[in-house]
């Protein structure tokens, strides 16, 4: 498993795989453009070229890029799904162009209407971006459940693919504290167990491509996405220990989006990871 954590590109591409060393990461997650703003930040091949070289001089071992926040699939409003088009396609770009493992993406919300069509609406822009680009994977992240937001359980995941085309560009970023808030018992050995074998029969194992390691201040079932700092959550230490110890997670890039710093992820955030997943290697032996 490669443990890393979100980081900014704030200077240049570059300097997101300075910040990732910096921490001690295996792996790093960025935005490729500012999280809140429409507006692209324009890369090029110089830039493209410097990641990859800063990477290949790096323990980094793994990139994926998260897309704005803005962007919904699913919504009624033309102009939005444009939009929202649009910004995928240039997420897809820049990771094709950084070597990125994937692009990470909230598959976006129904608001007040009805799930089925919201989800037809998503599945039509994820593959008009994929079939305008190549290479870059697109990771569809499940989601707490709250306010319409598609992704909430591996049936609607499993539609969302499935109304995407198929592709097999298509995968899976879990999170821990969605899964929990979405009413997955992930904390004890049997629960994720479980979990895993619904999330295999009905999308597919082969289909998970990175992980988010987020401990959750809402308990489970809650519907509510928000973070805690790693083992202060009702995931606590002991099942984040669980998650981070799963052996079907293998050498997957697992980010650690929220931390003690003022919700910044610092080297002992990582530490703590690294030290619980060996924690929970040893449980399970």
Known sequence: ???????????????????GVALGADCIQI???SPRMWRPTNYGGDDFAAFREACSASPIKAVVIHAVYLLNCASEDPEIRDRTRASLIQSLRVGHGIGAAGVVLHPGSAKGGHVGKAIVRAGEVIAQALSETE??????????????????SFEELA???DAGGGDARLGLCLDSCHLLASGYEIRTADGLDDTLAQCDRIVGLERLHSLHLNDSMTPLGSNR????????GELGEDGLAVFLSEPRFGDLPVVLETGRDDGRVTADDLTLARDLRERGRALRR
């Open 31 to 33: 935005f490729n453009q």
């Open 135 to 152: 290479g870059c994977g697109l990771h569809l992240e499940d989601t707490a459940g709250a306010g319409g937001t598609l992704g909430r």
């Open 159 to 161: 539609a969302l693919i």
């Open 1 to 19: 498993m490669l443990i890393g954590a979100h980081v900014s590109q704030s200077g240049g591409l570059a300097k997101a795989v300075e910040r």
């Open 225 to 232: 996405d928000r973070h805690a700092v790693p083992g202060e």
